[in-house]
């Protein structure tokens, strides 16, 4: 007889192994809404996209999140595009970032969420990663710069706190460098965002 999946066996039948979030952060959220598609786990990894292979969700916080799962992308160049990197986590990363680009990265509890941490890189020009609640222009809940790390394959992972927040609220991560022009090299690629938990004696 035939068991049913376990909601383990339909996550991994989604994402490879690395781009998990661990089951047990699962009951760190709140609220926790998976909408997919229903699209095989090949049409969720295709080829390079601003269009995201996922429905919104909403991720268990604090938790590991890959920057290519982000539910929609804007700007006025367009918003992000996901690309294949073999040396990146998940094997994908978000890049084309130019001045002004975001993407919506789902709600968050600031309760059990203290600070985001960013992988990212840059061959370019540097620049600033703005959090805002609500909306791309909405308050800004905390900021961090991603300098040039000396080529896209060297990494760098600065942290920046949130605060200014209550209850639940839908993250933006907004691109920002005034010095970006036509002609311009990208900012810089982001890898993953992890959600920290408040340290011990946090007020």
Known sequence: MNRP??????????FP????????GLVLCPVLTLCLLASSPSQAHAAPSRIPGL??????????CEAEWFTTTGGAH????????????????????EDGDWIDLGRVSPATVRSVTVRAASGGIGGTVEFRSGSPSGPLLGSLAVPVTGGWERPASPTAR???????????????NPAWG????????????????PAAGDG
Do not use: H, K, Y
Request: proline share 9%; glycine share 12%.
């Open 17 to 24: 192994p690395r781009d998990l979030i661990p089951i047990a």
């Open 162 to 176: 949130l605060t200014g927040a209550e209850g639940g609220v839908r993250l933006f991560a907004v691109f920002t």
């Open 5 to 14: 999946p376990s909601i383990r066996g339909v996550l991994r039948s989604l």
């Open 78 to 97: 367009g918003g992000a595009m996901t690309e294949n990197r073999a040396g990146d986590s998940g094997g994908r990363r978000i890049a084309e970032i």
């Open 55 to 64: 429905v919104p969700v909403t991720w268990p916080q604090p938790a590991f």
């Open 182 to 197: 036509a002609g311009s090299a990208d900012l810089f690629a982001v890898d993953w965002f992890r959600f920290n938990p």
